[in-house]
């Protein structure tokens, strides 16, 4: 759908959510490294949501359907976990506007394109239809760790938590994913998954001493 866009803009388009998504864990788990607890810092959100709106354009762009369908199923708890933290509020409203309307435009741009849409995300001969399932699985799978975070969170006064299974399931489809990404040969999502599980693994390590010593 978007073969005039020349690879280096797409391969830099998604490096930079790479980068976004790989600085969230770093400051995160840098947080709870310091404090010997899991933290859930506000700049871990915000550099979601922006990670968040660069990795779906990337996966419209490279026609992968695994991908948008895992950015589809988080971006909105990243904005609650925002209002959780006292920091939606504080954007300008324009911009929480455009924030919150983003993922609406993107599906109607899919699907007033749907025939091509369709044609490229699940008839591509670049990507057969069981790796698109293997893929989708992982996504979704990984993606569905912010829903729990967000229903752990609420029922925890509504405050902003990352518990023990978010990271159980983090290592689950980071790992599902890195497969799909090895077969695809994708660099984006190799880098972003490689340095993920590292993290993952570390913050259950201490989530798991917290709860030793708490």
């Not at 026609?63 to 971006?75: M, N």
């Not at 609406?104 to 007033?112: K, R, T």
């Amino acid at each position: 759908m978007f073969d005039i866009v020349p690879h280096w803009l797409i391969y830099t388009i998604g490096f930079s959510a790479s980068i976004f998504f790989t600085l969230r864990m770093l400051i995160q788990w840098l947080s709870s490294e310091k404090t010997k607890k899991v933290q859930s810092p506000a700049s871990f959100w915000i550099f979601s949501v922006i990670g968040s709106c660069l990795q779906f354009v990337y996966g419209v762009l490279r026609d992968d359907f695994s991908i948008i369908l895992g950015q589809l199923v988080s971006y909105y708890v990243y904005i609650w976990n925002l209002k959780a933290k006292g920091i939606w509020g504080k954007i300008e409203i324009v911009v929480r506007g455009v924030l919150w309307m983003l993922p609406v435009a993107a599906i109607i741009l899919l699907i007033v394109n749907s025939g091509v849409v369709i044609n490229n995300l699940f008839k591509n001969e670049d990507i057969p239809l069981w790796l698109i399932i293997l893929g989708s699985a992982g996504q979704l799978i990984f993606a569905c760790r912010f829903p729990y975070q967000w229903w752990y969170s609420r029922r925890h006064g509504g405050v902003s938590l990352l518990p023990r299974d978010f990271w159980i399931v983090s290592i689950s489809g980071s790992g599902i994913i890195l497969i799909y990404a090895i077969i695809r040969r994708d660099p984006v999502l190799i880098l972003s998954q490689v340095f993920g599980i590292t993290t993952y693994i570390r913050n259950l390590i201490i989530g798991h001493k917290e709860h030793e010593n708490g």
